[in-house]
C-alpha cells in the first residue's frame, strides 16, 4: 500500500510538472509549449513551411530560422496559417486563432499576455526574470520590440526554451472577434449594433429569439450569417 502511494503521489507530480510546462511564462510569452511545425499561407497561394509560434502580446507570428533564431515573420500577402489540425487568420496586422466560421466570415480568438498581472504582484511570486528592471523596461517599450523579437530575453531558440520555466507563468486574457470583410468586430451586442445598416431592435429581437450567447463560437455564426444577409 505504502509503495503504491508513493507511485501515485510521483505519477501526479509528473502530470503537474507537465501542465505546468504546458503555460506560457514570463520566459515564454507563446501560445504553444514550443515551435511548432506549420504552412504559413499568402495570398498568391504560395505556402512557407517552418516552425511557428504566436507571441501573446502582440499577436505576432515567430519562427525557428535555420540558425537557430526567433525571427519575427514577413506578413506581406499573409492571409493565415495552418498548425497541426489548429488554423488562423492574419487580420489587422495580427495572427488569430480560428474558433467557428461560416461563408459570411469567420470567429475568431485572440489571446494576450498580461504581464500587468506579474508586475502588480511584483515579490509576492518570488525572484524571476521578469522581476528584473531590465526586463520591465523591455517588456514596456515599444521601441524595444525589433531589438528583442517581441520583447524575448533572447532571441536564440535553445537558451529561450532552457529559460522557459525559470519565471513565473503568464496569465493570459482571451477575446473573441467576428471577422467581416477583413476588419475585426468585437464579439459584443454593443458593437455589433453599431454596425451600419443594423437595425438595433430588429437585432435585440433577434439574439432573444435565438438565444445566443456571446461567448459561444457556434452562436457568433448565426450572428455573422444575420450581418451578411443584410
Do not use: C
Not at 12 to 38: H, I, K
Not at 115 to 136: E, P
Not at 183 to 200: C, D, F, H, T, Y
Not at 213 to 223: A, F, G, I, R, S
Request: charged share 25%; aromatic share 8%.
Amino acid at each position: 500500500m505504502k509503495k503504491l502511494l508513493l507511485l501515485l503521489v510521483g505519477l501526479l507530480s509528473v502530470v503537474g510538472m507537465s501542465a505546468q510546462n504546458d503555460e506560457p511564462t514570463a520566459n515564454w510569452p507563446y501560445l504553444y509549449p514550443d515551435f511548432m511545425e506549420g504552412e504559413l499561407l499568402r495570398s498568391n497561394k504560395n505556402s512557407n513551411k517552418a516552425r511557428f509560434n504566436i507571441h501573446l502580446n502582440l499577436s505576432a507570428l515567430h519562427y525557428v530560422d535555420k540558425n537557430g533564431k526567433i525571427k519575427e515573420a514577413d506578413t506581406w500577402g499573409v492571409i493565415g496559417l495552418i498548425i497541426g489540425e489548429d488554423r488562423f487568420r492574419f487580420v489587422e496586422g495580427k495572427m488569430l486563432k480560428v474558433m467557428a466560421e461560416s461563408k459570411g466570415g469567420s470567429v475568431v480568438k485572440e489571446s494576450r499576455a498580461n504581464y500587468h498581472a506579474i508586475v502588480k504582484n511584483d515579490g509576492a511570486m518570488g525572484t524571476t526574470a521578469l522581476n528584473s528592471t531590465t526586463t520591465k523596461t523591455f517588456l514596456y517599450n515599444e521601441n524595444a520590440i525589433n531589438q528583442y523579437n517581441g520583447y524575448l530575453l533572447t532571441d536564440d531558440y535553445k537558451e529561450l526554451h532552457a529559460m522557459k520555466d525559470q519565471s513565473e507563468r503568464l496569465p493570459v486574457n482571451s477575446s473573441l472577434y467576428l471577422v467581416i470583410e477583413h476588419r475585426l468586430v468585437p464579439a459584443n451586442k454593443k458593437s455589433v449594433a453599431a454596425l451600419e445598416g443594423i437595425n438595433k431592435k430588429e437585432f435585440s429581437a433577434f439574439l432573444k429569439t435565438e438565444k445566443i450567447q456571446w461567448n459561444d463560437p457556434e452562436d457568433l455564426v448565426k450572428v455573422i450569417d444575420y450581418i451578411t444577409a443584410k
